[in-house]
């Protein structure tokens, strides 16, 4: 089954390297068959290449940001992961049959909640409960692709798109490394990691707004460039003013390949207010943000997407970090249904967003060629 091919008129660095990915990802997948089924059908193996070193952007603040305090050691005898800093790179020290877990709480107000410990969580994996050994509450760095509608509808909205995304990245993390992509019925990485705003805003003014949407392609694609991150919690936000047109791929094999251990969770924004089939629209980005999770948002007007930014930035930096050694070994391999409770005293019911499941054993596509 062929994949995704990357062409287009660009001729600069980072749209040669996603299509030396594509090529090397989709030569992977005919030599390996994954033997699990996805929906009732057999389904290819996400590709597993290996990655090269890629050098840590630097991590002075840009204007706009204020440079976060380094994290507090956790207490003695405890089983806190211990984060230390390898050559300006943030490091989470994990065992190696762990499955680390990033979860939001919420109220019945969707209010975050960010008073729990790690006695009020509990975690379920294939409906047994497992035992915690490692619990953070911090805000972490993370690596964050930036996917964005270039199609034709979406010429009009770039603007105020491109500056609710600057504004995502001047909320976060100051540590965070981030990428672009840009899509119509192709996709480009316009700007590989960093933490440059002037890169990142030059990247999202690479506008050619037209043709088709190949939405989980660029979803496909931008996943796999994970492999080049430094750091372990992985986010995807995306912009589409659309339905998937013009991808490969179905949207049941895209979110397979979202389920990875260690897979991103995805944050969606959906223009769809003018979308000539917005209910499918609609359920094809709840379910993949639900499934890795996400959230997928649904604003009524153009104008509350720089709003939604800055509340994705704000739920991101305020998870729990959750590990659990599972007790059905990863070598058996197949997928995990995952559902964490919180259950403090003095809370009413509470809400865990956290990704429902993941294939064990299996890891993001890796490229020898950047």
Same mark, same amino acid.
């Given at each position: 089954?062929?994949?995704?091919?990357?062409?287009?008129?660009?001729?600069?660095? &980072?749209?040669?390297?996603?299509?030396?990915?594509?090529?090397?990802?989709?030569?992977?997948?005919?030599?390996?068959?994954?033997?699990?089924?996805?929906?009732?059908?057999?389904?290819?193996?996400?590709?597993?290449?290996?990655?090269?070193?890629?050098?840590?952007?630097?991590?002075?603040?840009?204007?706009?940001?204020?440079?976060?305090?380094?994290?507090?050691?956790?207490?003695?005898?405890?089983?806190?992961?211990?984060? !230390?800093?390898?050559?300006?790179?943030?490091?989470?020290?994990?065992?190696? @049959?762990?499955?680390?877990?990033?979860a939001t709480v919420v109220d019945d107000k969707q209010h975050i909640v960010t008073d729990l410990d790690r006695g009020d969580f509990s975690v379920f994996e294939d409906g047994k409960s497992q035992t915690i050994?490692?619990? =953070?509450?911090?805000?972490?760095?993370?690596?964050?692709?930036?996917?964005?509608?270039?199609?034709?509808?979406?010429?009009?909205?770039?603007?105020?798109?491109?500056?609710?995304?600057?504004?995502?990245? =001047?909320?976060?993390?100051?540590? %965070?490394?981030?990428?672009?992509?840009?899509?119509?019925?192709?996709?480009?990485?316009?700007? %590989?990691?960093?933490?440059?705003?002037?890169?990142?805003?030059? &990247?999202?003014?690479?506008?050619?707004?037209?043709?088709?949407?190949?939405?989980?392609?660029?979803?496909?694609?931008?996943?796999?460039?994970?492999?080049?991150?430094?750091?372990?919690?992985?986010?995807?936000?995306?912009?589409?003013?659309?339905?998937?047109?013009? !991808?490969? @791929?179905?949207?049941?094999?895209?979110?397979?390949?979202?389920?990875?251990?260690?897979?991103?969770?995805?944050?969606?924004?959906?223009?769809?207010?003018?979308?000539?089939?917005?209910?499918?629209? =609609?359920?094809?980005?709840?379910?993949?943000?639900?499934?890795?999770?996400?959230?997928?948002?649904?604003?009524?007007?153009?104008?509350?997407?720089?709003?939604?930014?800055?509340?994705?930035?704000?739920?991101?930096?305020?998870?729990?970090?959750?590990?659990?050694?599972?007790?059905?070994?990863?070598?058996?391999?197949?997928? =995990?249904?995952?559902?964490?409770? &919180?259950?403090?005293?003095?809370?009413?019911?509470?809400?865990?967003?956290?990704?429902?499941?993941?294939?064990?054993?299996?890891?993001?596509?890796?490229s020898e060629t950047k």
């Amino acid at each position: 089954m062929p994949g995704p091919d990357i062409t287009g008129p660009r001729n600069d660095r &980072a749209g040669s390297f996603f299509r030396v990915l594509s090529y090397a990802i989709w030569a992977a997948i005919a030599a390996s068959l994954f033997t699990q089924t996805f929906a009732g059908q057999p389904v290819l193996n996400p590709l597993y290449l290996q990655s090269q070193t890629v050098q840590p952007p630097s991590t002075q603040s840009q204007p706009g940001q204020t440079q976060s305090p380094p994290p507090a050691s956790p207490p003695a005898g405890s089983n806190q992961q211990q984060p !230390s800093s390898e050559n300006g790179t943030f490091v989470i020290r994990k065992d190696v @049959d762990e499955v680390l877990l990033h979860a939001t709480v919420v109220d019945d107000k969707q209010h975050i909640v960010t008073d729990l410990d790690r006695g009020d969580f509990s975690v379920f994996e294939d409906g047994k409960s497992q035992t915690i050994i490692s619990f =953070r509450h911090e805000d972490i760095p993370v690596s964050m692709g930036i996917v964005i509608d270039n199609s034709g509808s979406m010429r009009e909205k770039r603007a105020k798109v491109n500056q609710a995304a600057l504004n995502l990245v =001047r909320a976060s993390n100051p540590q %965070d490394e981030v990428f672009v992509v840009n899509f119509n019925d192709e996709y480009f990485l316009d700007q %590989d990691f960093t933490n440059d705003l002037l890169k990142l805003k030059e &990247a999202l003014e690479k506008i050619d707004a037209r043709g088709g949407t190949a939405l989980y392609d660029a979803m496909e694609a931008s996943a796999a460039n994970f492999k080049y991150a430094r750091l372990e919690r992985k986010i995807l936000f995306l912009v589409t003013d659309g339905e998937d047109n013009s !991808s490969r @791929d179905s949207l049941e094999q895209t979110v397979k390949r979202l389920e990875v251990e260690n897979g991103p969770a995805v944050y969606a924004i959906g223009l769809l207010g003018d979308e000539e089939h917005p209910k499918r629209a =609609r359920k094809a980005l709840e379910i993949i943000a639900q499934r890795t999770g996400g959230i997928a948002f649904f604003p009524a007007t153009l104008d509350e997407v720089d709003e939604i930014s800055r509340q994705v930035a704000h739920d991101i930096r305020n998870q729990y970090t959750i590990g659990y050694k599972p007790t059905n070994p990863r070598a058996t391999g197949g997928f =995990r249904q995952i559902r964490v409770e &919180a259950k403090p005293k003095g809370h009413k019911k509470l809400v865990v967003r956290t990704k429902t499941g993941y294939y064990a054993g299996l890891q993001p596509a890796q490229s020898e060629t950047k």
